[in-house]
């Protein structure tokens, strides 16, 4: 037995969670019933019957899951067969489920399943098996049994309308500290707080101020040199991130990306620029606006790849020297399979690095991170069970390295963290990089001393 | 038997058409109509462009990514699904009842050889099926009693039809067959699996509409 079989004998049934454990101990059956047909019956309707009535059970979606694909394709770990262990159960019991079984629901869809939409894409109908297990995760919100870690990161979300309970005052402070240490290399630099009017809310995700700050120096010297008019909000609604979407907590996802417009509306911005966030984008461009009942954005958003494509074909940045190495571009799902954003991403690498190298599959037909869907939020009790149900990513990333590939560009920052993992755990000699990195190590600095 | 055969090849026909006209028609109207309350956004994103590509990549064999990967099954479903829609819509027998029983007027048929061809390759097609269900995993975890009880009531009306074609059996028995289990599937059309038939195209349409219009990519 190899040492990546060993590993993969470690027991990803019997996974202790605080969050799951003590939810399931609350439970009794009149109340799980009560609450699953009240979902079932108020809040799905035609679609959820079709996906459910249509579905052929031909398991022609297997083979697209990562899951699927790591676990030794049992079957188990196929979207369908992710889809009869919840909602097919579900609606043949009527809604009679056991607690155990409630838990084996919350496992299944907050710890198995990304919904990365990649199954969505290879089944001949179309059938949108995430937004099943969305549905499954809202039940178990609904019944109060929720990953411990991804609970924390939504109480947060409901105290402090951001993910990582960053208080006002320690916001503001962190981006003073970052435009002081940026003044060192361009003295005029400024991270405008608050300033109406500007062209441009920059919005982040709370992890950047919290332990990424580097990122937020980057991103200021990025728009300077590049003489945006920009701010960032000084109130609630800076965080652009989302972790109730993935709870289940509809309401309060709602609730964060009225925040995240109604700041920009108050800085009577043109438009929000968003840092490197998959998830966050999908946030605000698929689900926050719906459930606000705006068909498309009420003000303009674009991700941190659109802009930098947008500086770099206007000649607002130029590359003073390409990164060295070989590069491989890893798609995120939420902007590549979520906004069709890849071909602007490679666009960026390659103006700013020496060689990119495919990996495949890519673009809209990428390969989840596994981090994505709020899989990485349930914390460490699941890490490894993640870890390992994605070595079909590692093997990916393997084939690049043969080929010379040292970096991956990932776009994202939940990408970062699936895949910072998965280079671990799997040995393998990659650095991993945002495009902000690249840009603000490689791009012509006109307004900084030496 | 003479009393069976009246039946199944005067009123049951009658009945089966309008079981089968009208179950599709309310099973439609009626989720249409839920989905305009609950799921309005289906419409809301709808676009024609994208769902008509799709139902083109996706109807086409090796059209789509997931098609060129499972090139058997591909070709086997596509040529079944054609199976399924041709044999009963351009055969003969079926085209010269009609002219003479309720319509009154008719269309071009398949060549009796080539229809014979087709019928083999629907009855084959569920024999793949079946094995399938039966040997690969993936497909046996999700399989139930019923996924074979639809196999069974897709081959009959083809099975009982080669016979009777084919004068195997009796052919008055064979032929009462061919049309009882041909109504059987027609009227579970609306009510069953087999209703894909029916809600491919607002799936597809749908997935296509949100991945081409408003995700900028392609779904196949
Ligand atoms: S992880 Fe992605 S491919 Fe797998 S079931 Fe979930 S949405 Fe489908
Ligand atoms: S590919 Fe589609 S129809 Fe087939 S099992 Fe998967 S979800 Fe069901
Ligand atoms: S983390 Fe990145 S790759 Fe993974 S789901 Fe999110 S966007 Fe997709």
Known sequence: MSEAEAKKKIDIDNIQDAGLDQGVAKLTPEHIEKVINQVMDAETGARMKMYVDTCVHCGLCSEACHWYQSYDRQPRFSPVGKVKQTIWKIVHQKGKLTPQEVRELAVVAYTECNLCRRCQQYCPFGI??????????????????????????????????????????????????????ARDEFP????????????????VIAPEPKFRTQLIYQAASIFHESGADWTMPETRGWDNSNMAMFSGDTELAGRIVKEHFESAMRLKVKRIVMGECGHAYRAVYDVGNRWNAWKMFPIPVIHSVQFFYELITSGKIKCAEKYPEKVS?????????????????????????????????????????????????????????????????????????????????????NCHGGLDDIIHHYGLPLKLKFLGDIIYAHMEKTRAVE | MNAFYNLVSGPLVWVAFAVFIGGSVWKMTSLLSEARKKDNHIFEYWSWGHAILSYIHWLLPFGSENSKQQPVMSLVTFLFHLGIILVPVFTMGHIVLLEEGALGWSWPTLPDQVADIAAWVVVGGC????????????????????????????????????????????????????MFSGEIMLVAIPFTRLSHMLTFWVIRGYTASEFGAVRHVRDW
């Open chain 1, 329 to 413: 571009f890893n798609d995120p799902c939420n902007i590549s399979r979520g906004m069709g954003l890849h071909d602007m991403g490679r666009h960026v690498t390659e103006v700013f690095c020496d060689e990119l190298i495919e990996m495949h599959p890519n673009r809209e037909h990428n390969l989840c991170c596994c981090a994505g869907g709020g899989v990485i939020n349930c914390g460490p009790p699941w890490k490894n069970k993640r870890i390992l149900g994605n070595s079909a990513k590692a093997d990916q990333l393997k084939r690049v390295v043969d080929l010379g590939v040292t970096t991956i560009v990932a776009p994202c920052h």
């Open chain 1, 188 to 203: 005029d630099l400024r991270i405008p707080v608050g300033k109406e009017g500007a062209e441009i809310m920059y919005s």
């Open chain 2, 127 to 178: 024999c793949y099926f079946a094995w399938r269900r039966l040997t690969l995993e993936q497909v046996r975890y999700v399989t139930s009693p019923a996924d074979f009880g639809i196999l069974i009531m897709v081959a009959a009306p083809f099975v009982t039809g080669l016979m009777a074609y084919h004068g195997w059996g009796d052919n008055l028995l064979m032929t009462s067959l061919h």
């Open chain 1, 128 to 181: 949108e098996i995430a937004y099943m297990i969305a549905m499954v995760r809202r039940i178990c919100h609904k019944l109060g049994v929720t990953p411990q870690y991804m609970q924390d990161t939504c109480h947060s979300h409901s105290a402090t309308l951001n993910q990582m309970w960053v208080k006002e005052d320690e916001w503001t402070d962190s981006l003073q500290w970052q435009e002081d240490e």
